[in-house]
């Protein structure tokens, strides 16, 4: 969701008020414009228990059946055709009806605003997405504006104040171009749209720079200033075109990235074309334009001057500065000695590749967008109500940085996420031992401490209850990928995969670097077994069906009866009482009547025994699957575990890679096999997560780079009208790899 708005009430306050009290809050977001889709989640919904008493029900002679039964025949609507009177004609149903409850709370009236309406109310909102893009247009505002001052220092201080001011004009026309694209096309700005702006941002000043240093240059020589416009525009203008559509040619492959991830990226090449369009029309016709008007005739340099002393006759630029001296003199010694230049070159190529490996890769670094979701579970069997308190060795620590102003607030939810989820997920677990606590920071430029500074605060003071798990995710930027580390094992054999699994992450938590380690099979799930007595079930009549649907309604409860109260269709929920739910013997003296009249209790029929099962059991392609999982801290990249895991792990446990079957870009092989005889025979393993999304990904990034250098070569081609002069434009472009790399490494990115 874009958007959570948190309802907190004061101690005591009456749930069903607060329910309603959100209901009415929801409707009226849902009358803003622009607002999709609204889901409501938390409290309790309303329904009507009919609890039974089973010593009351043996009393009586009244079973759960004829007690749904009696209550489905009182509470009975249906038409009856029409009713012909001599004036009008009248629909007839027959009506015995439920009408009303004597507790029915009544709520206020709404007024003007939610605080004014509900003053005993708290309202907050959180996972605001406004805020982050509102912090994004901070980084693209300060952006700017450091850019702008380092253009106006640079070009002031080399060729004087008006030219940087010229060529600060192309930033602002270029991203209104760029935003009027946005509104019509009807792209809303984002996280994604953001970021495109603060990439251009370098980008529509260059050509600039050429066209305004060019038309200072003839303005130097001499020149009238509108003579010099014009011929300053004519002599780099189509080079200016070229320079920008090769840029355009780079970004525009992108489009073709299918999935979540093209999705994801495909606003990157619009903003950048748009805006690479916008300062090509600054670059030739208004900077020249403005240039013409601007500047004032100089007189001719004397070392320039013809022998008439008129007109420049010389090329040369006049008063040539200690840079442009330095990079004569560097170019002279690399056109002197080609050989030395051209080994060197080759072997920065060569040392860039090499670093590229040490590197490693990273799906979408993590980046400090000061959100962050705990995740956390207790022993399968615990109540929400426990699920909730477990939750306070969270809380706990984390309530430390409320007062340094780092921590915003938190949302702590029990059971089903449901709109509370974050990111697509291996492990879809849900239940009522199952918890979350979403937390919020402030603004990475309002606070003194880092998101990844908090989060391995967490991760080393929460103290989890016994029998107690938990992982800490960040939220990261770009589309789903899962956990960093991921081996799917699949099989027939379920408690093999179990035991596979289990093995494998007690391998994971050894690995030096290895965080949040778990699996999703759990096989511990608490279960209450009532198996029917075949040689006595059948001489009261009775089959088992019956059997399991006297125990349905007991413990999970009949809601198939709706009442309306208040416009409101209300469940009327048939179950044994809550203090009869929690001891087998109470729930073996349940009444059960046959078709014949008989009747007995269901103990005397069935057996009933505590037991455990699987909690689920999920598949992947029609086979079942476990997964084992874990994510890593920094220095360790997945890289790193993935080759534990493929040349140690794995083979100790019986797995072998499958020939012909697809690599990883660090060179493992993505699939295993179980070899006979092994503990792992017959199971297949294969590595997924969020670097199985980066190799699918990276597969169509790189036919996407292909296209573009294909596109860019064609338009060198046609610049040049020469094969050899593209070949040797195109030849720098692996250099430019080796600062990319060089600088990545000096800065610690993956």
């Not at 948190?6 to 069903?16: A, Q, V």
């Not at 995969?497 to 938590?509: D, H, Y």
């Not at 059997?547 to 208040?566: K, M, Y």
Request: with cysteine.
């Amino acid at each position: 969701p874009l958007m959570l708005v948190n309802i907190t009430p004061p101690e005591g306050f009456d749930e069903r008020t607060l329910k309603t009290i959100a209901e009415d809050v929801q409707e009226r977001i849902e009358t803003v414009d622009g607002v999709s889709n609204t889901q409501l989640f938390g409290g309790k919904e309303r329904e009507i228990q009919v609890n039974v008493h089973p010593d009351l029900a043996e009393e009586y002679g009244v079973t759960l059946a004829q007690l749904r039964q009696a209550l489905a025949s009182f509470h009975a609507e249906l038409p009856a055709g029409s009713f012909r009177t001599a004036e009008f004609d009248r629909q007839v149903r027959n009506r015995t009806k439920l009408e009303n409850v004597d507790d029915i709370a009544e709520v206020n009236a709404m007024v003007a605003t939610l605080e004014q309406q509900y003053p005993e109310l708290e309202f907050g909102t959180t996972r605001d997405s406004s805020a982050e893009i509102l912090v994004m247009f901070r980084v693209l505002g300060s952006s700017a504006i450091f850019g702008a001052m380092l253009v106006l220092v640079i070009l002031a201080w080399t060729m004087g104040l008006r030219i940087s001011i010229l060529v600060l004009i192309a930033i602002p026309f270029s991203m209104a171009v760029a935003l009027v694209f946005l509104f019509f096309t009807g792209v809303t700005v984002s996280n994604m749209v953001v970021f495109s702006f603060i990439l251009v941002l370098g980008m529509v000043v260059d050509g600039a720079i050429i066209v305004a240093e060019n038309i200072h240059r003839h303005i130097e020589r001499g020149e009238d200033p509108i003579d010099a416009a014009k011929v300053g525009i004519a002599e780099v203008g189509v080079p200016v075109i070229a320079a920008d559509l090769t840029t355009v040619a780079a970004f525009l492959p992108m489009l073709l990235v299918p999935g979540i991830m093209g999705d994801f990226m495909g606003v990157m090449p619009k903003v950048v074309s748009v805006a690479l369009i916008g300062s090509v029309i600054v670059d030739h016709f208004v900077i020249p334009t403005i240039a013409a008007r601007w500047y004032r005739k100089r007189p001719v340099p004397p070392e320039l001057a013809g022998a008439d002393g008129g007109v420049a006759t010389a090329r040369t630029r006049p008063k040539l500065d200690l840079f442009t001296r330095s990079y004569a003199r560097g170019l002279s010694f690399a056109l002197d000695h080609r050989g030395f230049v051209m080994i060197w070159a080759l072997l920065a190529c060569w040392g860039a590749k090499v670093l590229i490996g040490y590197l490693g890769f990273n799906f979408f670094p993590a980046s400090d967008r000061g959100q962050f979701i705990v995740k956390y579970e207790l022993p399968l069997g615990y109540s929400i109500e426990q699920t909730l308190e477990a939750s306070r060795v969270i809380v706990e620590p984390l309530e430390r940085w409320r007062e340094s102003g780092g921590l915003r607030h938190y949302v702590t939810s029990g059971g089903s996420s449901g709109a509370l989820a974050m990111r697509v997920d291996e492990d879809a677990a849900a239940g009522p031992e199952f918890g979350q606590v979403q937390v919020e920071l402030g603004p990475p430029m309002d606070r003194s401490v880092t998101q990844g500074e908090v989060i391995d605060y967490m991760r080393e003071n929460i103290r989890p209850l016994p029998g107690m798990k938990f992982t800490v995710e960040e939220v990261e930027d770009g589309p789903p990928g899962g956990a960093e580390v991921s081996v799917r094992l699949s099989g027939k054999d379920l408690d093999q995969l179990g035991r596979i699994a289990s093995r494998i992450t007690a391998k994971l938590r050894e690995i030096s670097g290895t965080v949040d380690v778990a699996t999703d099979f759990r096989p511990d799930s608490p279960e209450l077994v009532v198996e029917p007595k075949s040689d006595v079930i059948g001489l009261f009549g009775m089959t088992d069906a019956q059997v399991a649907e006297a125990v349905q309604i007991a413990i999970a409860g009949d809601n198939r009866i709706q009442i309306t109260l208040d416009d409101e269709d209300v469940d009327l929920r048939i179950q044994l009482a809550e203090d009869y739910q929690r001891n087998p013997a109470d729930l073996g003296r349940l009444m059960l009547t046959s078709g014949t009249g008989q009747k007995t209790t269901i103990g005397s029929v069935a057996d009933l025994r505590r037991a455990t099962g699987l909690f689920s059991i999920n598949r992947y392609d029609r086979k079942r699957a476990v997964i084992a999982k874990c994510n890593v801290d920094d220095p360790v990249t997945p890289a790193d575990v993935f080759g534990v895991l493929a040349k140690d792990v794995l083979p100790e446990l019986g797995f072998a890679g499958v020939e012909g079957s697809e690599k990883t870009l660090e060179g493992f092989s993505k699939n295993y096999g179980g070899e006979p005889a092994s503990l792992s025979e017959g199971l297949q393993a294969e590595f997924t997560g969020e670097n199985d999304e980066r190799d699918k990904n990276f597969g169509y990034l790189l036919w996407s780079m292909i296209i573009a250098v294909v596109l860019i070569a064609a338009i060198l081609a046609v610049q040049f009208n020469s094969f050899r002069q593209s070949f040797i434009v195109m030849a720098a472009v692996p250099l430019s790899f080796v600062g990319v790399v060089l600088g990545m490494w000096l800065t610690g990115f993956p």
